[in-house]
């Protein structure tokens, strides 16, 4: 499994399995365990998903693999942010996870709070509760006013990010204080499919649209979270690694770029 080095010294594999919309049952706990099979040892949870139970079970439950072999993100959430109580949401999120830690913990939307919740971050940081410490959905100004706040500079953001939108802006900025990109919904939720460019270039290279979306994601150094709960499209998702996409083919997937979001606006949501 490849990995992107981040600004703290840690090492966070580029692939990883979202679970949003995926249960909090058997459902999870299959694709986690298919997921750990095909290598992958990143899984992408949050508070809001209401999974985090499934989670911690399909970790405990994979043979194979043991807890420290595989990085576990989570994330707080906006109510919780609002509330000032950033802090037991972690407690509770680790509970539910039956863990003691996690590898990278986000705050999920830039919502009023941002800041206090940030140092609650920094202590748990400091308290080896997590890992790492980072954002999700954090544009340029919403990103400075964390930098500015804070004594610790965020690892990663995760973001909305496939051919159709890039952030430019947002990624400027992580770019100058070496914060690790993350792709949320790389694969256009599902949309990629009625995008005729990524098969054709899969053609010559004998892999699917779906492994071409994602390799243009890995080859700009930003990690991957594709979601299934498809042994068949897991399997397929994380078989990245045996190609690389050539300049040209890089260049023509850049050229798709919209400003298109499938997602909520991280300038204008009501949640
Ligand atoms: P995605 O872009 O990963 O698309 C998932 C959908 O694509 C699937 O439901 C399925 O319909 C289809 N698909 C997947 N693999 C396929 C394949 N090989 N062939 C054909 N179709 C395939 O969408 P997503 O779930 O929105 O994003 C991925 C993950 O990102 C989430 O599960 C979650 O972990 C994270 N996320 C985070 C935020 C955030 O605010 N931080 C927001 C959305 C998603």
């Known amino acids: 499994m490849e990995t992107q080095q981040l600004n703290n010294g840690l090492k966070m594999p580029s692939l990883g399995l979202g679970v949003w919309q995926s249960d909090n049952g058997e ?20 508070r809001i998903y209401k999974n985090e139970e499934a989670v911690g079970k399909a970790l405990a439950t994979a043979s194979s693999v043991p807890r420290d072999r ?80 804070g004594d610790v500079v965020p690892a990663v953001n995760q973001i909305e990010y496939h051919p159709y939108l890039v952030q430019s802006e947002a990624i400027a900025v992580c770019d100058e204080h070496d914060i690790v990109i993350t792709a949320w919904s790389p694969l256009m939720q599902g949309k990629f499919l009625e995008e005729p460019t990524f098969a054709e270039i899969g053609e010559e290279y004998g892999k699917t649209a779906a492994q071409v979306v994602l390799r243009w994601c890995l080859q700009n150094d930003v990690i991957a979270i594709p979601k299934s709960v498809h042994k068949k499209r897991i399997v397929e998702n994380g078989e990245l690694f045996d190609f690389e996409l050539s300049e040209e083919d890089m260049q023509r997937i850049d050229q798709l770029e919209r400003g298109h979001r499938f997602g909520p606006d991280p300038h204008n949501f009501d949640f």
Do not use: C
């Not at 459902?27 to 949050?46: F, K, P, Q, S, V």
């Not at 590898?103 to 308290?127: F, I, K």
């Open 27 to 46: 459902e999870t706990i299959n694709a986690i365990h298919w997921a750990l099979e095909a290598g992958y040892r990143h899984i992408d949870t949050a």
């Open 70 to 149: 595989v990085w576990l993100t989570t994330k707080i959430w906006n109510d919780d942010i609002r509330q000032g109580r950033t802090t037991a949401a972690l407690e509770e999120s680790l509970g539910r996870l039956k863990t003691d830690y996690v590898d990278l913990l986000l705050l999920h939307w830039p919502v009023d709070g941002s800041t206090r919740a940030w140092q609650e971050l920094e202590r748990a940081l400091s308290a080896g509760k997590v890992r790492s410490i980072g954002l999700s959905n954090f544009m340029a100004d919403d990103l400075e006013e964390i930098l500015q706040a």
